[in-house]
């Protein structure tokens, strides 16, 4: 008995993440795009209590959902918080070592988890195509204990060199090097999550690792989504397609002006834990 | 004092001795009223040349009003704090206002990208902690500060970050230059006519860009009398001490929202990004600034009373914010 | 990095990231309730030896209760941070539990005058604003702070503070080590189970106590309905995840007052400074203290209902605080 | 037309000190004290407008009179405040320059105006008597522009040398001195009030020097109550002696209790600008 189900890179990448987050747990996110959605899409499904902080200084706040539909200038977005405060605030929290977990988006990552959202092109004065900047980024990847980092699987975002870093990982992936540049102790990158792929870091080399896959996907398939070669972990995970719940409070809930979910479509067909790709629609625009 | 490392990024030097006597020369300490219309607060509070800050953005409880005003004034040379703006500095850089912009973050299209290639927008990279973190090293009085991120990234490269040894542990930890703008502007919720104000809400930094500001303009939804606010002192979060002009704009925060108040007007939003899109911030600028000769004129003539209504009636949330 | 001076004081030693890994493994993230009797929570969150911050002090708003607990449980060498405090310093030194302060300004007696000298407790000299600015640096997750201040006095040679260059503009300023101590006590009006507090008025340094310190305890004249209190996000001045015990104490502060709430049992503070000049501190211990099991015990046998009400009746500003 | 007025040492200090006073300056006093009671006075009698800022983070406070009477630990004290905020963020606003004057009290003064309020006696850790410490005082005298400080005129308070100093004056008298120390530029110490006296600083030495006199007394008077010399002012100028409105507005209205106001009775005979020592109690207690 085979099921065909269709959904957007950007819901695959969305609801892994969302899979790796826990109620006892505290989350620091930007204000709006994938990693708040990440978070809503787990609070609603899995983890009602699981407390947030957004860099405008909302800390816990409880979202009723549906979400409006431009949550990111909308006062439901900081709905009955335990508090109210500002951007300084919630950051000493982090640097105080409060906040778990860090959720971000990244234009580009490199092997070492750095990362870039200010621009690409040759030089900082002469882009390609300019970003908004780091935003709240460099500091929620300084001062969380892990970071999960949200992007999609192609070759221009996994880059061997980043046209910039605007926020860090590894750094250079020496031991101590976050130390040495003055980020607190034991902090960094922790996942990279893609519509195809769950990396984590290798303790030693500091250096990204496959460590699950889609179902509709190999190994040469995320190689060949980027510039450099990760390292394989031992055993590789499965990542599970968004299930139909998952999927419908996504569209109906979480975003339904589907700002945020919108991207490439995939199409897959189900046989228990078996996945086949249908199609995978390719554009320059999804991204 | 020993620098491991520097970046090289251009940034407004501190100096709170030069801070401190402007402060002692100019501010008012009395109570005295320092109502005035946004016409007259932008001209006399801004000149060419100024660094800018301004708290929040066009979304979320902007200085909207005030900042159509800098444009209708033609304001030149600005430094903008870019720190968690949306189209704003799209507008100030379009109407020529803007060259130079510290960023946090912003939103981006052609407008500042072709500024940026053709030279006439210089960029610095912060992030919106560290520049919400200078404007807190500002509002303290202080040169730097200490903080543990913007190490070993570009963003230390290019902006003025320096690394030094802890003096107690020896350890590495980055410092950031304290910024003093020669101009803070907030949108508020209610304050009195003396600058006692009130801010309603999460908020990025109201307080900081005030206390940390040289000259201070308020725009507010409304003007209460100051006995009544006095009812309620842990409520007032910036002192009239430190404010130069009060300007009653209510609805100044649109096409922005100001929470439990009004929504955005997300049309407005959508027209605004449309004409960055099709090249015609020109035809935008010319309606919702310059056509018009002041932020009450332009409520009335290009939004007009129904859909001010609307916005009003469509936020139902009052909760913690006016109940 | 060139340290030009310093003094030569001894003082806790700030480590940001030994702090970062206490909270990380010692702080509850989840919402779950932290009511709990002040004998379990002094039992559990005190230990010999701990640095101890209290906001404020016995006169206003004090955690009164919790301190006598700690006298109760006969707690030994504590150090405390003695900013702005009242009697309670005598109190805590008259019990024996006290071997270092930290001097901020404190009510100095026959008691802790006699124990310094008999080398009993050892003072560190700072001030008031200085140890509050440890604390906000201890909050903010530094190892230190520059400030302006404290420079040039005998303050600074028997302090930990140092004069550094300033790695901006080379002119020499001040830094202070950050403070996180081991144990924050504030007593505040309002605060849910889960720790989410309310604090009305002006005040020392409730936030940064809590914030900055490992062990954080609160007392509270009244535990409120967490979705009441989630109504009015922008009171809530400390949030939950950094509070580890919350127990209720109607009238935790006496005999100081809580504005707004009851006054100052002003009879009992001429008590308390009457048994310290004859000498009496041990019976005015083993009267208000070790003679009862319990705050509540205390009020009802040494206070009486008569008395609280008219402490609290007499109290009759509201405006501001439950108005 | 003879009068007779009696009035105590500390009563002519804030008096003297209140007509210091102006309704469009800014001044910062610690919590209680003569400092407040001198704030108080001026407000009531001739600035109704004066704002101050008190080390708990009340701003601009209006308390009603008759004050309460333990003003230090009553509501009155921070009735109808401007704001209401903390420690750190009122001595932020003087770090910015906002406070004109800070009026404090003093235990020793030397002649450089640098003062001790934490002991006398021979060293640190053995106080002949120790008081209260630094309080508010050391950051209060470093960042206001300008500071009043109020002490009784006696040997034993204007000191060569101070057993400690909690708080600046011009440290060392050269120049730059307070500036070396990482002190604000161009701040220091401004008057010097006692009951007998009021002293400012000379320009270039920044030595302490007589600049008013009290009608009942003479210039050796107040050199007999002071370990050191102080300069001596181009044309001494006349303190008044507390008027019967003063004397009434504070016993009956500001401090009640007296608590603050008490000390050595003073009695002088009132014949025009000029005024005859009557009687003055000399007492330890009074200090």
């Known amino acids: ?287 | 004092m020993t620098v491991v490392a520097e970046g090289t990024g251009a940034f407004l030097a501190p100096d709170p001795d030069a801070h401190r006597r402007y402060i002692r020369d100019h501010k008012e300490k009395g109570l005295v009223s320092k109502v005035m219309s946004e016409h007259e607060a932008i001209e006399r509070f801004v000149e060419d040349g100024d660094y800018v800050a301004y708290d929040c953005n066009l979304w979320v409880r902007g200085p909207a009003a005030l900042m159509r005003e800098i444009i209708r004034q033609k304001k030149r040379e600005l430094w903008i704090a870019a720190k968690f703006t949306a189209h704003d500095a799209t507008m100030l850089v379009a109407a020529g206002c803007v060259n130079r912009i510290d960023v946090g973050w912003m939103e981006v299209g052609r407008v500042i990208t072709e500024a940026q290639l053709e030279g006439r927008v210089e960029l610095h990279e912060w992030s919106n902690g560290a520049m919400t973190y200078r404007l807190l090293a500002g509002s303290l009085g202080l040169p730097f500060l200490p903080l543990r991120y913007l190490g070993g990234t570009d963003v230390f490269n290019t902006s003025g970050t320096k690394l030094i040894d802890d003096p107690y542990s020896g350890k590495p930890i980055c410092v950031v230059p304290a910024l003093n703008p020669d101009v803070g502007l907030v949108h508020v919720n209610q304050c009195d006519e003396f600058g006692n104000a009130r801010v309603f809400g999460a908020g990025i930094s109201p307080v900081e860009t005030a206390m940390a500001a040289k000259k201070v303009i308020l725009s507010t939804e409304e003007i209460i009398d100051s006995d009544e606010l006095r009812r309620h002192p842990q409520q007032t979060r910036i002192p009239y001490y430190a404010v130069d002009a009060v300007v009653h704009a209510p609805f100044g925060g649109y096409p922005g929202t100001v929470p439990g108040l009004y929504k955005a007007d997300i049309e407005h939003l959508m027209e605004s990004g449309a004409a960055q899109m099709q090249g015609k911030m020109d035809e935008y600028l010319e309606k919702w600034v310059f056509s018009v000769s002041s932020h009450e004129e332009m409520l009335g003539t290009h939004v007009g009373q129904e859909k001010l209504d609307v916005l009003k009636a469509e936020e139902t949330i009052k909760e913690g914010y006016y109940e």
């Open chain 1, 1 to 287: 008995m085979t099921e065909t189900r269709t959904f957007t890179d950007m819901e695959q990448i969305i609801t892994t993440s969302s899979r790796l987050m826990d109620g006892d747990k505290l989350y620091f996110t930007a204000i709006g795009g994938p990693p708040l959605v990440a978070v809503l899409l787990a609070k609603r499904l899995r983890a009602p209590e699981l407390a947030y902080i957004v860099e405008d200084g909302t800390i816990a706040p409880q979202v009723s959902l549906p979400a409006p539909p431009f949550l990111i200038a909308a006062s439901g977005a900081s709905y009955r918080a335990a508090a109210w405060a500002d951007m300084n605030t919630v950051s000493f929290h982090a640097g105080l070592g409060y906040i778990d977990y860090g959720v971000l988006a990244a234009v580009q990552v490199d092997e070492y988890g750095n990362f870039n959202s200010t621009f690409v092109g040759p030089a900082y004065e002469r882009p390609a195509r300019r970003f908004g900047g780091p935003g709240g980024a460099n500091e929620i990847a300084s001062l969380c204990w892990r970071t999960i980092l949200m992007t999609r699987q192609q070759g221009r975002k996994f880059v061997k060199k980043l046209d910039f870093m605007s926020s860090p990982g590894f750094l250079d992936g020496s031991a101590g090097a976050r130390e040495r540049a003055g980020l607190p102790a034991d902090t960094g990158p922790w996942r990279v999550v893609t519509e195809m792929a769950v990396f984590d870091f290798d303790e030693e080399t500091r250096r990204i690792r496959l460590k699950a896959l889609a179902p509709w996907a190999t190994v040469d398939d995320v190689i060949a989504e980027m510039e450099f070669e990760p390292m394989i972990g031992p055993s590789l995970e499965s990542i599970e397609v968004p299930s139909e719940e998952e999927l419908s409070v996504l569209r109906a809930e979480v975003d339904t002006t589907g700002r945020t979910v919108r991207g490439c479509w995939i199409t897959v067909e189900l046989d228990g834990e078996n996945a086949r790709l249908v199609e995978q629609e390719t554009s320059a625009e999804g991204a």
